[in-house]
């Protein structure tokens, strides 16, 4: 949980690949990167760069929003007196020399260890700024039986479903399954049990796939 912390509320080093190998370089904390960027417009859009930016990046804005409201509330259990008006990396220093990596807190309406809390807002902000490849599942979550789950964005609810496959930035190999409401993950040997939770029968699609590669090798040989 310390790396996290420290990557959330200080700078740090990070490692990139150039040329000639793997360097490293500072950079700053996550959380001011993303203060940061609700007026420098840093996030990546998926855009063109020469499109004009609007003054204040809402959607940065939602996000830090939501990071600072979740550090405040943990803070406040922790303390049970109403935080000062300093930067949330400050509460959040504070509140992690307090919690053990176990330790259960209550944020955004469900119970969570410290430790996975603590890195759910490091992988939120890091996706922020370099978004995943995410392919929505059409069904509820085996888990909590939840079917959307629900945000904020330029000011207007959005809903989105749920159950998500993350897929690699790089390579587009689906790397797990996950339930954005309670934070399940199915890894890939995970997948076909997954599949039988939701009614797919699985040797079937195998069967199908099996005779469609086999038609395939008959016309290649041909």
């Known amino acids: 949980m310390s790396v996290d912390v420290e990557t959330l509320t ?31 417009g840093m996030e990546s859009t998926g855009g063109s760069s020469m499109k004009a930016r609007l003054p204040i990046s809402e959607a940065a804005l939602d996000q830090y929003m939501v990071i600072d409201r979740q550090i405040s509330e ?25 919690a053990e990596a176990e330790t259960i807190v209550t944020a955004a309406g469900r119970d969570w260890y410290a430790k996975d809390l603590v890195a759910k807002w490091v992988g ?31 000011g207007e609810e959005v809903r989105d479903s749920a159950l998500r496959f993350n897929r690699s930035r790089a390579t587009g190999e689906t790397l797990d399954a996950r339930c954005l409401a309670c934070g399940e993950i199915w890894l890939p040997v995970q997948f076909e049990r997954l599949a039988v ?7 079937a699609k195998k069967k199908a796939h099996y005779d469609a590669m086999s038609e395939v090798d008959g016309i290649v040989g041909e």
């Open 74 to 98: 943990v803070w406040v259990q922790a303390f049970e007196r109403v935080p000062g008006k300093g930067q949330p990396e400050a509460l959040l220093s504070e509140w992690a020399a307090w």
């Open 124 to 154: 939120q902000i890091e996706d922020f700024f370099n978004p995943p490849r995410l392919a929505e599942i059409d069904a509820n979550c085996p888990n909590c039986d939840e079917r959307y789950v629900y945000s904020i964005s330029a």
């Open 197 to 203: 939770v939701f009614g797919i029968d699985v040797e």
């Open 10 to 40: 200080r700078d740090h080093k990070v490692a990139v690949t150039t040329d000639e190998g793997i360097v490293f370089h500072t950079v700053p904390s996550l959380i001011s990167q993303l203060r940061d960027a609700v007026f420098g």
